[in-house]
């Protein structure tokens, strides 16, 4: 049986929908079929800049991209406050949401996106690509291997990269109208689901800001970071920040094996990516050397992971459509417990780093 083809809409001509546009295209069972914006004559530039096929459609407007009853799925990477908004009315229009990360402003609107998405069942899936790269699972298998890793007892992650003068003054995540949430959004977003990555996605039982949050001008944050606790005593830590030099690094430590990656947002090469394993370290009898040292493991991609990213979307889509499986509840899961830790994270900032309480309700 062919597959299903999926077509896509695109709402809007964010930086980021050039890289996804790649995605669609590079994935087998995705197509490039209509983009939107507010300026027909900017999506007209960015249909013909990004690889669109001659015979997509170009509208001058979200809503016409939403009406047009052969999208099957949109990615929507507006600015976080339009999230709301476009996701909901998206879903009850029955169109499948790949929606850009951060998700939302807060869990509250995240709930009332993935209502509209249930009522109407229409698959939802965030924009963190890093979770679809076969490294990934690998690493899983590394975590839940009790005799490699044994019993988790500590993370750390940090993503940051150093942002010119334009983008911290000017740029969309320096906005409190358009991305309220600054790096902790954009950056910490990342941090904090490779901690929960880490941690089988179990939720913490609190988290605590680090104290040395930046703001710029208009009160939107540029650096911060932040302690996570479990129930059973393990703990996590990160660090995000648009002022320092580009990392992407998880270190995670268990009783047995440590796991460290130095690039797990965007791999330093599309088709391999690499990760370290140190099982029962210890050092030689002169404390000179490691025994065993670390052992790298590489792993290969056909498909780049935003294109993965795609694939796997658009097939649990086609899986919608030609069989009327229900929606994978994987995703949406994944999803509000990022953001429910990352509001944690926001109040304690806001209440002068006081200790918050994470809870699922």
């Not at 996570?228 to 995670?252: P, Q, R």
Request: charged fraction near 25%.
């Amino acid at each position: 049986m062919a597959e299903t083809m999926i077509r896509f809409g695109i709402l809007g001509c964010a930086d980021i929908a050039r890289k996804v546009s790649r995605s669609i295209t590079l994935a087998p069972n995705a197509t490039l079929y209509a983009v939107g914006s507010r300026s027909l004559e900017k999506a007209e530039r960015f249909a013909a800049a990004n690889g669109f096929p001659p015979s997509a459609k170009v509208y001058g407007s979200y809503e016409a991209v939403l009406d047009d009853p052969d999208v099957d799925a949109v990615y929507v990477p507006l600015p976080t406050s339009l999230h709301l908004k476009w996701a909901v009315l998206a879903a009850e229009k029955k169109k499948h949401l790949l929606l850009e990360k951060p998700v939302a402003l807060n869990v509250s609107e995240l709930d009332r996106i993935l209502e509209a998405c249930e009522s109407n069942g229409v698959q939802f899936m965030d924009g963190t690509m890093w979770m679809h790269h076969p490294r990934t699972a690998k690493m899983r298998e590394l975590l839940s291997d009790p005799q490699r890793f044994g019993q988790l007892k500590t993370v750390q992650s940090c993503f940051s990269f150093f942002a010119d003068s334009d983008f911290l003054e000017n740029g969309i995540r320096s906005k409190p109208d358009l991305d309220a949430l600054g790096a902790l959004g954009d950056a910490g977003w990342y941090c904090i689901r490779a901690i929960l990555f880490a941690a089988d996605y179990e939720l913490p039982k609190s988290v605590k800001a680090l104290p040395g949050t930046v703001f710029n001008k208009a009160g939107v944050i540029k650096t911060t970071g932040a302690s996570l606790l479990w129930e059973d005593g393990k703990v996590a830590s990160f660090n995000c920040s648009f002022e320092a030099n580009l990392t992407m690094t998880i270190t995670a430590v268990g009783t047995k094996g440590t796991l460290q990656v130095n690039d797990f947002v965007i791999p330093h090469k599309e088709e391999t990516a690499t990760f370290t394993a140190g099982i029962e370290s210890w050092v030689n009898d002169l404390g000179t050397a490691w025994k065993p040292a670390p052992s790298e493991h590489v792993v290969t991609t056909d498909l780049p992971q935003d294109a993965l990213m795609v694939k796997e979307f658009s097939g649990l889509v086609a899986d919608i459509k030609r069989n009327g499986s229900k929606p994978e509840q994987k995703w949406p899961i994944l999803s509000r417990k990022t953001q429910l830790v990352l509001d944690a994270v926001k109040t304690s900032i806001d209440r002068g780093l006081e200790i918050v309480e994470v809870q699922w309700d």
